[in-house]
């Protein structure tokens, strides 16, 4: 029986409160015997209130891991829709799901109802911290720090929060005791605010954690100490918390459960029971130091080893970059390209990694058809494995888009998590990474710097393959004649001299073959320029069969041709010109035309050395050819 197989929709896997989500979907599905994809982009949206916005093409190039899902694997999903960059992108996944059958829960997302939702209540959540100040340590007189003034529902809902638990309680809710610290920095200019009225409060609730370091740091640069002269609670119960002191007193949002019950309620759906639209998962209050309810413990119980080992993995990481960036640089071969991977690798212990890239991208014919409109951001039918790191798939092993990864994800007896980032560069989808992690507690934004460097890298790599290419490609019609393929006289000037001196040194007869096609401006007049065109085709086509690959074959006119060859054999070239005549005479038997095709050739042969005048053979090989014209006196009719 195929294991059931749940994916998970993110922005920002490094992120710890989204991690705590998947971490609690990822545990669960472990429990169950489930596989779980965990599809995430490491760039986040931007925080309110921050001068930053994303151009289109991040967002598109970040949005590129989820359309690569391929929804026949797939009996559940997990989203995170109020996270992801853009909308269309959450309305696509909603949608295929819906066509599919496939169960769709989305975790806290109060932006969207438009399908099951897991609520983790930031009412209910600050309601706790109130009670806790009020009902345990009697405070009447209570400031409050929230998000942001209008059209945050977060804050809106915490600042509501605290207006109800007040009132509950009898004590009146005072407008010049609720400030707006914008879930960051703004918290440091409302604590100064708080420190210039005449009386200050018993306590100080923030709306999220981060405003309460703020807030704290502020306070004690001011001489006040905390609990005691006043208190100060957070919200979320970030790690940070445990390495602050005061460690703050907060509220841990039942991230994790959440994670646990959506799982539960996609099993639910795929044996066919409806759940509420909306499940309420209960927050968590967490008392620190802050409020006086755990004893104070300083940052020096943290030793000097331990801050010293992390200031060195910094450093080393740090250096890892720098040295992959290098490593990149050099790489001359794709098969190069990724050999700096396995450190980081290492470092986010992943189990497997695979580097999957677009299979047109590593194509040796790959066309490029510059003067073609490119569509950007086309997820490609094909992709190629670029690496190896806890697998055997060969470097190069082509694979279709669909299954996701060169390997079945099936053939081990355990469950397992894997993990797709993008990788794109400018406005070209280039593949993606596939890991197996070991672990989901990755280190912070070190996983996005690595995650951007190596788009940045192999971005830079294959544009400058491509580069290459198109620069060729250029050459190409630069030095070539359109219809027929042959050289124009740019690339007879470019490359005849060269020609001229290989000849010489190889002590072979050099031959200038001049042609001509017969009758053109009669099939022009009588037929149109395209049947014209056919017979310029047809004349050019016999020349490059006939004469060596080596030689220089030339358009130099409308019909006009000319070819520098190099032969053994004094006779040669009488011999090939005859085939030609041949080939012209086979044409025209099996064609059904109202014109018969043509060509006359004259040719000068001999033995090169460094007194031979190329433009003077070319004029007297010109001259045989219409010396042929006369002495060919072949009657055709057009």
Same mark, same amino acid.
């Given at each position: 029986?195929?294991?059931?197989?749940?994916?998970?929709?993110?922005?920002?896997?490094?992120?710890?409160?989204?991690?705590?989500?998947?971490?609690?979907?990822?545990?669960?599905?472990?429990?169950?015997?489930?596989?779980?994809?965990?599809?995430?982009?490491?760039?986040?949206?931007?925080?309110?209130?921050?001068?930053?916005?994303?151009?289109?093409?991040?967002?598109?190039?970040?949005?590129?891991?989820?359309?690569?899902?391929?929804?026949?694997?797939?009996?559940?999903?997990?989203?995170?829709?109020?996270?992801?960059?853009?909308?269309?992108?959450?309305?696509?996944?909603?949608?295929?799901?819906?066509?599919?059958?496939?169960?769709?829960?989305?975790?806290?997302?109060?932006?969207?109802?438009?399908?099951?939702?897991?609520?983790?209540?930031?009412?209910?959540?600050?309601?706790?911290?109130?009670?806790?100040?009020?009902?345990?340590?009697?405070?009447?007189?209570?400031?409050?720090?929230?998000?942001?003034?209008?059209?945050?529902?977060?804050?809106?809902?915490?600042?509501?929060?605290?207006?109800? +638990? %007040? @009132?509950? #309680? =009898?004590?009146?809710?005072?407008? *010049?005791? &609720?400030?707006? $610290?914008?879930?960051?920095?703004?918290?440091?200019?409302?604590?100064?605010?708080?420190?210039?009225?005449?009386?200050?409060?018993?306590?100080?609730?923030?709306?999220?954690?981060?405003?309460?370091?703020?807030?704290?740091? +502020? %306070? @004690?640069? #001011? =001489?006040?100490?905390?609990?005691? *002269?006043? &208190?100060?609670? $957070?919200?979320?119960?970030?790690?940070?918390?445990?390495?602050?002191?005061?460690?703050?007193?907060?509220?841990?949002?039942?991230?994790?459960?959440?994670?646990?019950?959506?799982?539960?309620?996609?099993?639910?759906?795929?044996?066919?029971?409806?759940?509420?639209?909306?499940?309420?998962? *209960?927050?968590?209050?967490?008392?620190?130091?802050?409020?006086?309810?755990?004893?104070?413990?300083?940052?020096?119980?943290?030793?000097?080893?331990?801050?010293?080992?992390?200031?060195?993995?910094?450093?080393?990481?740090?250096?890892?970059?720098?040295?992959?960036?290098?490593?990149?640089?050099?790489?001359?071969?794709?098969?190069?390209?990724f050999a700096g991977l396995t450190k980081g690798a290492k470092i986010f212990k992943f189990n497997k990694?695979?580097?999957?890239?677009?299979?047109?991208?590593?194509?040796?014919?790959?066309?490029?058809?510059?003067?073609?409109?490119?569509?950007?951001?086309?997820?490609?039918?094909?992709?190629?494995?670029?690496?190896?790191?806890?697998?055997?798939?060969?470097?190069?092993?082509?694979?279709?888009?669909?299954?996701?990864?060169?390997?079945?994800?099936?053939?081990?007896?355990?469950?397992?998590?894997?993990?797709?980032?993008?990788?794109?560069?400018?406005?070209?989808?280039?593949?993606?990474?596939?890991?197996?992690?070991?672990?989901?507690?990755?280190?912070?934004?070190?996983?996005?710097?690595?995650?951007?460097?190596?788009?940045?890298?192999?971005?830079?790599?294959?544009?400058?393959?491509?580069?290459?290419?198109?620069?060729?490609?250029?050459?190409?019609?630069?030095?070539?004649?359109?219809?027929?393929?042959?050289?124009?006289?740019?690339?007879?000037?470019?490359?005849?001299?060269?020609?001229?001196?290989?000849?010489?040194?190889?002590?072979?007869?050099?031959?200038?073959?001049?042609?001509?096609?017969?009758?053109?401006?009669?099939?022009?007049?009588?037929?149109?320029?395209?049947?014209?065109?056919?017979?310029?085709?047809?004349?050019?086509?016999?020349?490059?069969?006939?004469?060596?690959?080596?030689?220089?074959?030339?358009?130099?006119?409308?019909?006009?041709?000319?070819?520098?060859?190099?032969?053994?054999?004094?006779?040669?070239?009488?011999?090939?010109?005859?085939?030609?005549?041949?080939?012209?005479?086979?044409?025209?038997?099996?064609?059904?035309?109202?014109?018969?095709?043509?060509?006359?050739?004259?040719?000068?042969?001999?033995?090169?050395?460094?007194?031979?005048?190329?433009?003077?053979?070319?004029?007297?090989?010109?001259?045989?050819?219409?010396?042929?014209?006369?002495?060919?006196?072949?009657?055709?009719?057009?």
């Amino acid at each position: 029986m195929k294991r059931k197989t749940i994916a998970v929709c993110i922005t920002g896997f490094d992120l710890e409160y989204e991690m705590s989500v998947v971490d609690g979907v990822t545990k669960r599905c472990k429990e169950l015997g489930l596989n779980c994809l965990v599809f995430f982009n490491p760039t986040r949206k931007p925080q309110r209130g921050l001068d930053l916005v994303l151009s289109d093409t991040i967002i598109n190039g970040e949005m590129q891991v989820f359309r690569i899902m391929n929804y026949d694997l797939i009996d559940g999903i997990v989203t995170f829709g109020e996270s992801l960059l853009d909308e269309k992108t959450f309305f696509d996944i909603a949608k295929n799901a819906k066509e599919k059958n496939i169960p769709l829960i989305d975790v806290d997302d109060l932006a969207h109802d438009q399908e099951k939702r897991i609520i983790l209540s930031n009412k209910y959540a600050m309601e706790a911290v109130l009670e806790h100040l009020i009902a345990e340590h009697g405070l009447t007189k209570i400031d409050f720090i929230g998000g942001f003034k209008d059209n945050n529902i977060q804050s809106e809902e915490r600042l509501e929060a605290y207006k109800t +638990t %007040l @009132k509950r #309680h =009898g004590i009146p809710v005072e407008d *010049d005791r &609720i400030y707006f $610290g914008e879930f960051w920095r703004k918290a440091i200019e409302c604590t100064e605010q708080i420190l210039k009225k005449p009386e200050l409060p018993e306590a100080i609730v923030c709306a999220n954690d981060t405003m309460a370091f703020f807030c704290m740091d +502020t %306070l @004690k640069e #001011h =001489g006040y100490k905390i609990p005691e *002269d006043i &208190i100060v609670t $957070g919200f979320d119960a970030v790690s940070d918390c445990q390495s602050y002191t005061p460690s703050p007193t907060t509220v841990r949002r039942a991230t994790f459960e959440s994670g646990e019950k959506a799982v539960d309620l996609i099993l639910e759906m795929i044996n066919g029971h409806e759940p509420e639209d909306i499940t309420y998962v *209960d927050s968590v209050l967490v008392k620190g130091q802050s409020c006086g309810c755990m004893p104070s413990i300083t940052l020096d119980d943290i030793s000097y080893n331990e801050r010293y080992s992390r200031y060195q993995d910094f450093k080393e990481f740090t250096r890892y970059i720098l040295d992959m960036n290098v490593d990149f640089s050099v790489a001359e071969e794709s098969n190069e390209l990724f050999a700096g991977l396995t450190k980081g690798a290492k470092i986010f212990k992943f189990n497997k990694l695979f580097v999957c890239i677009n299979s047109e991208l590593e194509a040796e014919s790959y066309d490029l058809g510059i003067d073609e409109e490119i569509k950007p951001w086309t997820v490609p039918e094909k992709m190629v494995s670029m690496y190896n790191y806890g697998h055997e798939i060969p470097i190069g092993t082509e694979f279709t888009t669909s299954q996701l990864i060169p390997e079945a994800m099936n053939d081990t007896d355990e469950a397992l998590i894997y993990a797709f980032a993008p990788i794109y560069f400018k406005n070209t989808f280039l593949g993606y990474l596939a890991a197996v992690p070991s672990t989901i507690e990755l280190e912070g934004d070190l996983l996005s710097t690595w995650l951007t460097a190596i788009s940045n890298n192999a971005g830079s790599f294959y544009m400058n393959k491509k580069l290459e290419k198109a620069l060729d490609e250029l050459e190409m019609l630069n030095l070539h004649d359109p219809l027929t393929g042959m050289f124009n006289r740019r690339g007879l000037n470019k490359y005849e001299k060269d020609f001229l001196q290989n000849t010489i040194k190889s002590g072979k007869y050099l031959s200038v073959i001049c042609a001509d096609v017969d009758g053109l401006k009669i099939v022009n007049d009588a037929y149109g320029h395209e049947e014209g065109d056919n017979a310029i085709t047809k004349c050019s086509d016999a020349l490059l069969n006939v004469f060596p690959s080596s030689s220089i074959s030339v358009r130099t006119g409308g019909d006009e041709f000319l070819v520098l060859a190099a032969f053994d054999d004094l006779n040669e070239p009488d011999r090939l010109i005859k085939v030609i005549y041949e080939r012209m005479e086979d044409y025209n038997r099996l064609q059904v035309k109202p014109y018969k095709v043509g060509c006359s050739c004259g040719h000068v042969t001999l033995k090169p050395d460094e007194n031979t005048d190329l433009n003077a053979l070319k004029n007297e090989a010109d001259s045989m050819m219409y010396l042929e014209k006369h002495k060919k006196k072949t009657v055709r009719k057009y």
